[in-house]
């Protein structure tokens, strides 16, 4: 079977990402980077023109005045939100295409909106983060599963199977079955993309159960919000939930009083947040 390595270029090779998409991250990493930069990029892609305009002028902002100009809506949604829109955008059709019963990208999809509106949430309310890049390795945390759909299909089924029926997290399946996992396919496409080193980090480690990471920090939030997720019937593969490792545990059982608040809130962020992360524009 392909290595990692050989997966993401097979899939960098079928162009499925815009230019836009690409280059948008490559600005928001650039210390010489300025918001006219980012409204020249924007401008060449007419949907993303209009879904920008739709975000800033929805509930997940909460601007009084409303704001039609590219400009103006880049200023309001700041370079990480808009590098997290176009990221959400750009991901959109892989995950809705070519649904199947034994694995779907309608459910990977609601499960890594889910994460994500989790995972800034937490990040905000539980540790005083902004949030942003918490958000992002939320909703490309599984990309690597995408890659592995596209480019070996029939064995990532298999492991799906494999997964619903057994015990054990679900890259022990994917190693197993495909040689690969989609932690180190996602770490390595979106070390690529030039993203944060803690955003690459978090996506390569958030099956690991054997080590300890610092809380707060974005591979610890993306395991609990992984694991909230899964509670609210929005995981990956429905019908399994992971284990968090007992060092989580044990920081959910600390501050569980937080995390109760948050849980019951959740459905009215996703509610606001809707703009951001629907299927459907």
């Known amino acids: 079977m392909p290595s990692a390595q050989t997966l993401v270029h097979k899939f960098n090779d079928l162009k499925t990402l815009p230019h836009v998409a690409i280059r948008v991250t490559q600005l928001v990493n650039s210390d010489a980077a300025t918001m006219k930069d980012f409204e020249e990029i924007i401008k060449l892609d007419p949907i993303l023109v209009i879904r920008l305009l739709k975000l800033v002028n929805s509930p997940y902002f909460g601007l009084v005045n409303r704001v039609e100009s590219i400009s103006k809506a880049v200023v309001y949604a700041g370079m990480k939100n808009l590098r997290n829109m176009v990221a959400v955008e750009a991901l959109r059709n ?41 958000f992002l390795a939320g909703i490309i945390h599984d990309i690597g599963l995408i890659i592995e759909d596209q480019l070996a299909a029939q064995e990532l089924r298999e492991v799906a199977r494999l997964y619903r029926s057994g015990t054990e997290v679900i890259t022990r399946y994917e190693d197993e079955i495909i040689e690969t996992n989609h932690c180190k396919v996602g770490g390595l496409l979106v070390f690529n993309w030039n993203m944060p080193p803690e955003v690459v980090e978090a996506i390569k480690k958030h099956h690991d159960q054997d080590k300890v990471y610092p809380v707060p920090s974005i591979t610890s939030i993306l395991h609990i919000a992984e694991y909230i997720a899964s509670r609210v019937n929005c995981g990956a593969v429905q019908g399994r939930q992971d284990p968090l490792p007992p060092y989580l545990t044990s920081h959910m059982k600390s501050r569980m009083t937080d995390y109760k608040v948050l849980i019951k809130d959740f459905p009215a962020e996703m509610a606001k947040a809707e703009e951001l992360y629907r299927e459907e524009a």
Do not use: Y
Not at 100 to 111: G, T
């Open 94 to 134: 892989l995950f809705t295409e070519d649904d199947n019963q034994e694995f779907s990208r309608r459910q990977l999809w609601k499960h890594c909106a889910t994460v994500a509106i989790l995972a800034r949430m937490i990040a905000e309310r539980l540790f005083g983060l902004a949030g942003e890049d918490e």
